[in-house]
């Protein structure tokens, strides 16, 4: 049997319990090693005795670390640095594995050929049977798609070593996942698709939450200093709105100069295309949801405000890693 360790980086939300449950309940070889970081950012946070009285044999197998609120990848890689065992197998705390998980893992890790550095699990998404998801729901979904992602991933623990671990500048659960594997893979390693499952709950979430998420175009833009202009080829990864974004907030921003410059026909006429362009995403966006009253406003809500937020973080990403070296000159 191959030995490995599980590692899961937590801000102990409710969904950790279930994932430790279910870790806990699966079939097949036991993890040697399981350790849990918690990242809240304050040092008196309550200790973690509830969610872990779940594990019960496993409990003694457990150790509890801290990351001191610095994000999933340092998190990771302050678990990275405490296990000894050979493979590490990264989940979520807003997972839960499959019965039989440990059994499938255990079988993945062994078919894995001596070139195979990560062997990624299966990712469901449970949704709604009863009516169409939400914007929020099929962002969800998407991470049945996703390449490498760490919901569920294993890596060979010497193999994460030699490319340095996560990268702790993606202080978000964004694309710190793909610039790991994409050096990996640069080393000269591969990463295959296991057979394993894990189920990934749609959690709740604001309204505001697809704002929140525009700060991921900071991490985009580190992912091209890194990565180079075609990273997102490499990664699979969707191209997405952005320049849609930057078009709509430049038309918006042209329309306000333009009307503070006392040229009101010419306002409106680039005003008309920054509505007519700021329409359609909203559209895009409510068309294949629910279409209830409290989706329609938030979509309206946030489809005008998404635009200028990702045109700032993306910008703001690219002041702040201008200086950033592709991964390839750092390790050479």
């Given amino acids: 049997m191959t030995e490995y360790a599980v590692v899961i980086p937590t801000l102990v939300r409710d969904t ?12 097949g070889p036991r993890p040697a090693e399981i350790v849990l970081v918690d990242d809240r950012p304050d040092a008196t946070s309550e200790p973690l005795e509830h969610p872990l009285a779940v594990l019960g044999d496993l409990r ?45 893992l255990a079988q993945d890790l ?19 049977g009863e009516r169409r998801p939400t914007d929020w729901e099929r962002g969800t979904a998407g991470l049945a798609r996703a390449r490498w992602i760490t919901a ?21 659960a964004f694309r710190e996942d793909a610039d790991l594997a994409l050096r990996v893979l640069d080393a000269g390693w591969r990463i295959h698709q296991g057979r394993r499952t894990t189920r990934h709950p749609v959690r709740p979430a604001s309204r505001w ?31 997405g709105r952005l320049r849609s974004h930057l078009a709509i907030t430049a038309s918006g921003a042209a329309a306000l100069a ?13 005003g008309a295309g920054w509505a007519l362009g700021t329409g359609e995403f909203a559209w895009a966006r409510i068309a294949p949801g629910p279409r209830t009253r409290d989706e329609v406003t938030t ?7 998404i635009p200028p937020a990702a045109t700032w973080h993306w910008l703001s990403g690219l002041w702040r890693y201008r200086d950033a070296p592709a991964w390839q000159e750092v390790a050479s």
């Fill in 299 to 305: 979509m309206l809500a946030t489809s005008v405000l």
């Fill in 60 to 104: 003694g197998r457990t150790t509890v670390l801290r990351s001191r609120g610095r994000g999933p990848a340092a998190a990771r890689n302050t678990g990275l640095r405490a296990v000894a065992s050979p493979w590490i197998a990264f989940l979520d705390d807003d997972v839960q594995v499959g019965p039989h998980w440990c059994e499938q």
């Fill in 258 to 270: 333009l009307a503070a410059a006392g040229r009101p026909r010419a306002a409106a006429a680039v």
């Fill in 209 to 239: 939450v697809s704002l929140r998420a525009q700060r991921g175009n900071a991490d985009d833009a580190l992912m091209r200093r890194l990565h180079g202009p075609d990273w997102r080829e490499k990664a699979v990864a969707p191209r």
């Fill in 110 to 128: 062994a078919d894995a050929p001596p070139d195979t550095a990560g062997v990624q699990g299966v990712i469901a998404v449970p949704l709604p």
């Fill in 152 to 172: 569920d991933m294993a890596y060979r623990t010497d193999v994460l070593k030699q490319v340095g671990g996560f990268d702790e500048r993606f202080r978000r």
């Fill in 16 to 27: 950790l319990a279930d994932c430790l449950a279910a870790l806990a309940a699966a079939t």
